[in-house]
């Protein structure tokens, strides 16, 4: 123990030495900039929720759209095996913004009502990176750009995702490379309009299904990609219900139906032969 204690400055010098000029922990994650990022416009405590729940779920929707954007890329490339762990990984961050309704449905319509009016034209409609999801995921509207005009810079960036294959279509060009027969209205279509069902489509992911073992990773990357719809299809229900249990029927501060907008978003589904085929097997 003598021993140990002698060596004991020493030893804490070089610590010292070897990471005094090393960034720290808040450094590396500029705490500072994210920690200060809370600005109330309002004096009421439970406004800090409410920017909260909505920065962080900004946060998790980056860290979507970067593995997304990497699987279609690996899809494309016919490294479907790479794609798996980054799809995991979205189903499992979906998994947390669904959660994350739950925090927020512990605000009160008396409580939203103390602040609301603050919020101006604001409002979770106006969420580009919410857009540039259903963009990766399939769902293409052009109209929904409109809400954007006014900064050209990320207009671009949504008008340049509008016009890309989605991870749905890069799945059907997969099925194309591995033999299947697809109809040209689907590999070369406009990306910027909405996916269709197609028969064609539904036939090769049926013969997937019904042969697991020749086709296993395009089986795999269809559970994928149904664990994904589905969870996304659960986070626009906590939405809507989140939202109805707080304002009711009332309109969105940025001028939307609210509620009855965001009912209709769940008549949309993801990737429709994977749950058609279904009924077929």
Excluded at 20 to 37: R, W
Aim: charged share 20%; with cysteine.
């Amino acid at each position: 123990m003598e021993k140990e204690n002698k060596h004991q400055p020493d030893l804490e010098k070089e610590i010292k030495t070897e990471f005094q000029n090393d960034m720290s922990y808040g450094d590396y994650l500029c705490l500072e900039k994210i920690l200060s990022s809370q600005h109330r416009l309002s004096d009421h405590h439970d406004e800090m929720l409410f920017i909260i729940i909505h920065q962080t779920s900004e946060l998790w929707m980056k860290l979507i759209i970067h593995e997304l954007s990497a699987a279609t890329e690996c899809i494309q490339n016919n490294r479907l095996d790479s794609s798996f762990k980054m799809l995991s990984r979205v189903s499992r961050i979906q998994h947390q913004l669904i959660q994350s309704w739950q925090v927020l449905s512990t605000l009160t319509p008396a409580d939203y009502l103390q602040f609301r009016s603050k919020l101006g034209h604001s409002s979770g409609f106006q969420s580009y990176q919410n857009r540039l999801i259903e963009f990766l995921l399939g769902q293409k509207n052009p109209q929904t750009l409109l809400v954007y005009q006014h900064n050209k810079e990320l207009y671009s960036q949504l008008q340049n995702s509008l016009n890309k294959p989605s991870i749905y279509d890069a799945s059907i060009q997969a099925l194309a490379n591995r033999g299947f027969s697809i109809n040209d209205s689907s590999l070369n279509r406009d990306w910027s309009q909405p996916y269709e069902l197609n028969e064609h489509v539904e036939a090769a992911w049926l013969k997937v299904y019904r042969n697991v073992d020749q086709y296993w990773d395009l089986y795999e990357l269809a559970e994928k990609l149904v664990d994904i719809g589905s969870q996304q299809q659960l986070w626009r229900y906590q939405h809507m219900s989140t939202v109805e249990r707080i304002i009711g029927n009332k309109k969105g501060t940025g001028g939307s139906s609210g509620v009855t907008y965001l009912k209709r978003l769940l008549e949309y589904q993801f990737f429709p032969e994977l749950w058609s085929l279904r009924t077929k097997l």
